[in-house]
């Protein structure tokens, strides 16, 4: 997925860059990842994955856009990408959520992180 130049895009494809710089990323950490650790990898996907806007990235290459956004969008793409990969993830930690839906899905995901871990010790 590639976006436009120096012309603002439509926000869907902005998310389909994103999710594609995503995917992209985690399938390649996954083939280089030891299998115990592949779990771990999947579980975060399958969470990233769950649902949400992407308002943080999209946030991030709309201002990009607004700053001349010229040049090749790729980077920018990544690090929007990275962007919400470090958010999705904090969302797992066991902190309070605002939302009692959030909250069952970090509980879970937290779980299965957990549960992975202490098998790859034993």
Do not use: N
């Given at each position: 997925?590639?976006?436009?130049?120096?012309?603002?895009?439509?926000?869907?494809?902005?998310?389909?860059?994103v999710d594609t710089a995503?995917?992209?990323?985690?399938?390649?950490?996954?083939?280089?990842?030891?299998?115990?650790?592949?779990?771990?990898?999947?579980?975060?996907?399958d969470f990233l994955f769950?649902?949400?806007?992407?308002?943080?990235?999209?946030?991030?290459?709309?201002?990009?856009?607004?700053?001349?956004?010229?040049?090749?969008?790729?980077?920018?793409?990544?690090?929007?990408?990275?962007?919400?990969?470090?958010?999705?993830?904090?969302?797992?930690?066991?902190?309070?959520?605002?939302?009692?839906?959030?909250?069952?899905?970090?509980?879970?995901?937290?779980?299965?992180?957990?549960?992975?871990?202490?098998?790859?010790?034993?």
């Amino acid at each position: 997925m590639t976006l436009p130049t120096h012309a603002v895009p439509d926000l869907m494809d902005v998310r389909q860059a994103v999710d594609t710089a995503l995917a992209e990323f985690l399938a390649a950490k996954r083939r280089s990842a030891r299998p115990a650790t592949r779990e771990l990898i999947d579980t975060s996907r399958d969470f990233l994955f769950a649902g949400g806007k992407r308002i943080r990235p999209m946030m991030c290459i709309c201002g990009w856009y607004a700053a001349d956004g010229r040049g090749d969008p790729e980077p920018v793409v990544r690090a929007a990408a990275s962007l919400e990969l470090c958010t999705a993830l904090m969302a797992i930690a066991p902190a309070r959520a605002t939302s009692a839906q959030l909250r069952v899905s970090a509980t879970a995901a937290l779980g299965q992180l957990a549960y992975a871990t202490s098998a790859r010790r034993s």
